[in-house]
């Protein structure tokens, strides 16, 4: 990404032309919004219609243009509370109609002046409903925002997008996690203490469980067994994060070793594809995938349905109808998206291991599926109601 970064947005009558060029050659034009300049990354869609500042901080969108459904965008400026990480994470930003003044009590700055502080190139005044609609036609793809003195033939446009890196076969999870060990202290009386493996974690991931009285090492994403087992973990937790699970062999190694020596375990999104192919599954390449704060999923184990929040471009293969055997022991798939079937969570029946391809931190989301991390706590603690024994039983 190359873009200067003025402190405050351009005054509206003066905004920049800008374009938007997909690798299919789809063009869409605009003005600049945050920084001028060029950016590449894979185009996708986000359907929530807030939470932006989470959004755009979460490290899972690392390599991401972002295209937001919801019309209007930064009605409520930009805080400093409600950062997921350390900086915005998204390669761009496309909207349609911008705030020209933000308004909430709790606003520092508008979302355009923050943008362009951190150089972040994006556009606005596009149609994203037409965008939307082709990119959920054609699946997600490389797309350029191109702004200023960036701007050239279209021609030449599209060939710099089509030399950009795809995002299948992408390594990221090193690029957006910590390098240096840190602790999340228990808030009150410690319990438990979690190793937790830093894929690209959100901020509000280790408070929840530090709100349930678990100390929480967060360690970069290269550490090893040995690594994890130095914090005398009760548990170990694999983060969220961006890339091709596929490329994460380093980390399904270390997770097998840590189902074999059966110490809880919970994963979160590039997690739950981790603890997939640590069980033998694969994973594959979604279309358009899911993006948002409202998409439905059924808990299989009892039944509920959950809105939840998603960030996911990969999801695991594994079978819906049936319990799997796997080097582990017997597995299954525990919850499902109620819109496509696609495997939303895994169980683990004869090893204290489970995880959910979405987001139960809920930051920004519903709180629906803030039991899981109370489901972790039982496993810690050894009396988890979701055992094989139970499991059993509600299937016999």
Not at 107 to 123: C, K, T, Y
Not at 325 to 340: I, K, M, Q, W, Y
């Amino acid at each position: 990404m190359t873009a200067p970064a003025p402190t405050e947005p351009r005054p509206w009558r003066e905004r920049v032309p800008a374009v938007l060029v997909l690798e299919d050659g789809r063009t869409f034009r605009g003005q600049a919004y945050g920084a001028v300049g060029e950016t590449f990354g894979e185009a996708v869609f986000n359907t929530g219609m807030s939470g932006y500042q989470e959004t755009l901080t979460d490290p899972s969108y690392h390599r991401q243009v972002v295209v937001m459904t919801a019309p209007q965008i930064g009605n409520t400026g930009w805080n400093d509370e409600d950062d997921e990480s350390q900086q915005i994470w998204v390669s761009g930003y496309v909207v349609r109609d911008p705030a020209r003044i933000p308004s909430n009590w709790r606003s520092n700055r508008s979302l355009d002046a923050e943008l362009a502080a951190q150089g972040v190139v994006g556009i606005s005044g596009v149609d994203t409903r037409a965008l939307t609609r082709h990119l959920r036609e054609r699946g997600a793809m490389r797309v350029g925002i191109f702004s200023g003195a960036a701007v050239a033939e279209p021609a030449e446009l599209l060939q710099r997008v089509l030399r950009a890196p795809e995002m299948k076969g992408a390594d990221l999870c090193a690029e957006v996690a910590t390098n240096e060990p840190y602790v999340v202290p228990a808030v009150g009386e410690k319990k438990f203490t979690v190793a937790a493996v830093d894929l690209g974690i959100k901020a509000m991931t280790p408070q929840r469980m530090a709100e349930r009285g678990i100390e929480v090492h967060v360690l970069p994403a290269n550490s090893t067994a040995e690594d994890i087992y130095a914090v005398d973990p009760d548990g170990v937790f694999f983060s969220n994060g961006p890339g091709d699970p596929a490329t994460a062999d380093h980390q399904v190694a270390v997770l097998r070793e840590v189902l074999a020596r059966k110490t809880p375990f919970f994963g979160i999104c590039f997690g739950n594809q981790i603890l997939g192919r640590a069980l033998g599954f694969g994973t594959y390449k979604l279309k358009y995938g899911h993006r948002g704060i409202n998409q439905p999923v059924q808990d299989r184990g009892t039944g509920k349905v959950e809105v939840t929040a998603h960030n996911h471009g990969f999801a695991v293969e594994a079978p819906l109808d049936k319990v799997s055997d796997t080097p582990f022991g017997r597995a299954e798939v525990s919850h499902v998206c109620l819109n496509d079937d696609v495997v939303e969570g895994l169980q683990c029946l004869d090893t204290p291991a489970f995880s959910v391809q979405y987001h139960p931190e809920a930051a920004a989301g519903p709180h629906d599926a803030a039991y899981l991390f109370d489901r972790f706590v039982e496993l810690m603690r050894g009396d988890n109601k979701h055992s094989a024994e139970l499991m059993e039983g509600q299937r016999a």
